[in-house]
């Protein structure tokens, strides 16, 4: 396979995190730009409903202006009452701001499905605004319906003062619900999740779920909202049991979380602030999305995530971007987090200037009996670059990749990860090695496979470290052609024993392999740490995968 992560991933981006979020360049949109919905093919659609501020709740909503005896209806609380057939559309002027919520329940509709949706968007030029902040509720609540878009509209929340969501779709049954769509979508201004696409039983939960060129920014601020995410698909039960999804084959592409910056609420658990977190689901992809600048007020007890996948089977998380995510505890601020995720493949994913570890997986058994194992996974052809901006470093993550194993309800273990030809620059100094093993639980960290890997330690950062901090906790792991450069002091923690040159290290029979190298990499990656990386540069490039996924 060509290496394309440095030319995906640039190492670029310096030391600081840019104040703009850039929208991916790279790709397409699954189901297109949005464009505006064909013209009626007669002077009077019955299957379209239009709504203007012109029009009245009197009107039968199939016209775009009022006539004779057709016009548009007036008012959201119109269009939530109404019922409505496959295929039908309910259009909002655009450029218009309409005042209230949009509601809708299993007696809205039923019968919808992907080939013949019920479509909710705009009509005209550009987007219509649902503006929900004099009734602090949701600007879209749709509770136990399938078979629709939503498309082309901005939700406008109050600003945080209430906990609500912007967009929330739920099911409450025992049944799965399918084929969504939402797409064009911009929510700002809710104090809950921008986005919340929810299962509120044990087996409920929706397939074939689609979110495409979402944007969700300054979300998650009200004071008690715990757990809340610029956009969250997932599951109401807690703790999630294992093996347990209640979604399936889910998109999220090309989708924006930005600033969303949570709240201080302690109650457990809390990720207040996290950018787009997907749990609970088995078959789903996340690719060319951002998470950017989430969690600066997020509170003391755990912490924020810009991309977080948990208590998930067979996902890729593919081409996007995280950056300036931040923590207010010594917990998280991650740029990508895995928790309880399994058969799964992480790939050309760029990280950099986050408060914690650019790369988190983990395994945890916590005291509110919350058991998340995370086994067979690939990360790889990803890049890290001056993450961990914390000024504490208690549960020795790594600055670019942490694999952890954490326990405080019973063991636990971390199995099956394969690390290879990804790229990290590593700056933060003493605080943090650039690859760091935490294992706090009584159990192990066993079967791991880092490989091929270009690692790049400035100001003194050690390459490797690893500590083993609970009684009965094991770590193992093999190291086979890494090439690694430390600018200043080479340093390795292994498990209670430092090795300060790289021959010594390999000496060990740590590191195998005969490509394994030493003192090369500034010549492979150009500017390092402050431009964009020279073609052609991942290490040992014509070696194989370790594994093919």
């Given at each position: 396979?060509?290496?394309?992560?440095?030319?995906?991933?640039?190492?670029?981006?310096?030391?600081?995190?840019?104040?703009?979020?850039?929208?991916?360049?790279?790709?397409?949109?699954?189901?297109?730009?949005?464009?505006?919905?064909?013209?009626?093919?007669?002077?009077?659609?019955?299957?379209?409903?239009?709504?203007?501020?012109?029009?009245?709740?009197?009107?039968?909503?199939?016209?775009?202006?009022?006539?004779?005896?057709?016009?548009?209806?007036?008012?959201?609380?119109?269009?939530?009452?109404?019922?409505?057939?496959?295929?039908?559309?309910?259009?909002?002027?655009?450029?218009?701001?309409?005042?209230?919520?949009?509601?809708?329940?299993?007696?809205?509709?039923?019968?919808?499905?992907?080939?013949?949706?019920?479509?909710?968007?705009?009509?005209?030029?550009?987007?219509?605004?649902?503006?929900?902040?004099?009734?602090?509720?949701?600007?879209?609540?749709?509770?136990?319906?399938?078979?629709?878009?939503?498309?082309?509209?901005?939700?406008?929340?109050?600003?945080?003062?209430?906990?609500?969501?912007?967009?929330?779709?739920?099911?409450?049954?025992?049944?799965?619900?399918?084929?969504?769509?939402?797409?064009?979508?911009?929510?700002?201004?809710?104090?809950?999740?921008?986005?919340?696409?929810?299962?509120?039983?044990?087996?409920?939960?929706?397939?074939?779920?689609?979110?495409?060129?979402?944007?969700?920014?300054?979300?998650?601020?009200?004071?008690?909202?715990?757990?809340?995410?610029?956009?969250?698909?997932?599951?109401?039960?807690?703790?999630?049991?294992?093996?347990?999804?209640?979604?399936?084959?889910?998109?999220?592409?090309?989708?924006?979380?930005?600033?969303?910056?949570?709240?201080?609420?302690?109650?457990?658990?809390?990720?207040?602030?996290?950018?787009?977190?997907?749990?609970?689901?088995?078959?789903?992809?996340?690719?060319?999305?951002?998470?950017?600048?989430?969690?600066?007020?997020?509170?003391?007890?755990?912490?924020?995530?810009?991309?977080?996948?948990?208590?998930?089977?067979?996902?890729?998380?593919?081409?996007?971007?995280?950056?300036?995510?931040?923590?207010?505890?010594?917990?998280?601020?991650?740029?990508?987090?895995?928790?309880?995720?399994?058969?799964?493949?992480?790939?050309?994913?760029?990280?950099?200037?986050?408060?914690?570890?650019?790369?988190?997986?983990?395994?945890?058994?916590?005291s509110h009996g919350d058991k998340a194992i995370t086994h067979d996974l690939v990360l790889?052809?990803?890049?890290?670059?001056?993450?961990?901006?914390?000024?504490?470093?208690?549960?020795?993550?790594?600055?670019?990749?942490?694999?952890?194993?954490?326990?405080?309800?019973?063991?636990?273990?971390?199995?099956?990860?394969?690390?290879?030809?990804?790229?990290?620059?590593?700056?933060?100094?003493?605080?943090?090695?650039?690859?760091?093993?935490?294992?706090?639980?009584?159990?192990?960290?066993?079967?791991?496979?880092?490989?091929?890997?270009?690692?790049?330690?400035?100001?003194?950062?050690?390459?490797?470290?690893?500590?083993?901090?609970?009684?009965?906790?094991?770590?193992?792991?093999?190291?086979?052609?890494?090439?690694?450069?430390?600018?200043?002091?080479?340093?390795?923690?292994?498990?209670?024993?430092?090795?300060?040159?790289?021959?010594?290290?390999?000496?060990?029979?740590?590191?195998?392999?005969?490509?394994?190298?030493?003192?090369?990499?500034?010549?492979?990656?150009?500017?390092?740490?402050?431009?964009?990386?020279r073609r052609g540069s991942s290490a040992n490039q014509r070696t194989r995968p370790l594994?093919?996924?």
């Amino acid at each position: 396979m060509r290496r394309v992560a440095v030319a995906f991933c640039l190492i670029a981006a310096a030391t600081s995190a840019p104040s703009k979020v850039l929208r991916p360049r790279i790709g397409r949109a699954v189901h297109g730009p949005w464009s505006p919905p064909p013209p009626p093919g007669s002077p009077v659609d019955r299957t379209v409903f239009y709504v203007s501020p012109s029009g009245s709740d009197a009107n039968d909503g199939h016209a775009q202006t009022t006539g004779q005896r057709h016009g548009p209806w007036l008012t959201l609380g119109k269009v939530s009452a109404g019922h409505y057939n496959p295929g039908d559309r309910i259009l909002f002027q655009g450029g218009q701001t309409f005042s209230g919520s949009l509601s809708f329940n299993a007696s809205s509709w039923t019968g919808a499905t992907a080939s013949n949706p019920v479509t909710i968007g705009s009509f005209g030029s550009g987007a219509a605004t649902i503006n929900s902040s004099a009734v602090s509720t949701e600007g879209f609540h749709a509770v136990d319906v399938e078979g629709f878009i939503l498309e082309n509209l901005k939700f406008v929340g109050n600003g945080g003062s209430s906990w609500t969501n912007g967009v929330s779709v739920l099911n409450t049954g025992n049944t799965e619900l399918k084929d969504i769509i939402l797409r064009h979508l911009d929510v700002t201004g809710y104090g809950g999740n921008g986005v919340d696409i929810a299962g509120d039983e044990d087996r409920s939960g929706y397939e074939n779920l689609t979110l495409s060129y979402v944007t969700s920014h300054s979300n998650t601020t009200h004071i008690g909202s715990v757990s809340t995410s610029g956009i969250y698909i997932g599951s109401r039960t807690r703790p999630e049991p294992p093996g347990h999804w209640v979604n399936k084959h889910v998109l999220i592409d090309h989708c924006i979380a930005d600033s969303n910056p949570g709240n201080s609420s302690p109650p457990y658990p809390n990720w207040s602030g996290s950018g787009i977190m997907l749990s609970s689901t088995q078959g789903g992809t996340i690719q060319y999305s951002v998470a950017a600048n989430n969690g600066a007020a997020s509170g003391p007890s755990y912490g924020p995530v810009g991309i977080f996948v948990a208590h998930s089977d067979k996902i890729n998380v593919q081409y996007n971007e995280a950056y300036g995510n931040w923590s207010s505890s010594q917990y998280d601020g991650d740029g990508f987090d895995f928790e309880g995720v399994s058969n799964s493949v992480v790939q050309y994913n760029y990280s950099h200037d986050n408060y914690s570890t650019g790369f988190f997986v983990n395994s945890y058994v916590d005291s509110h009996g919350d058991k998340a194992i995370t086994h067979d996974l690939v990360l790889r052809y990803n890049v890290s670059q001056n993450d961990h901006r914390s000024p504490t470093n208690p549960w020795n993550y790594g600055e670019g990749i942490t694999l952890g194993n954490s326990n405080q309800g019973g063991p636990s273990n971390l199995t099956n990860i394969d690390v290879y030809n990804n790229t990290v620059y590593a700056s933060s100094g003493a605080l943090a090695p650039a690859i760091g093993f935490s294992n706090w639980a009584n159990g192990a960290i066993s079967n791991i496979r880092v490989a091929n890997n270009i690692i790049y330690s400035a100001n003194n950062t050690k390459l490797i470290g690893a500590a083993n901090n609970a009684g009965g906790a094991t770590t193992s792991a093999t190291f086979t052609n890494n090439n690694y450069y430390a600018t200043g002091t080479f340093a390795i923690d292994w498990l209670g024993t430092t090795y300060s040159t790289w021959s010594a290290w390999r000496a060990a029979g740590n590191e195998t392999g005969v490509n394994a190298a030493q003192g090369n990499a500034n010549r492979i990656l150009a500017a390092s740490g402050h431009g964009p990386p020279r073609r052609g540069s991942s290490a040992n490039q014509r070696t194989r995968p370790l594994r093919s996924r």
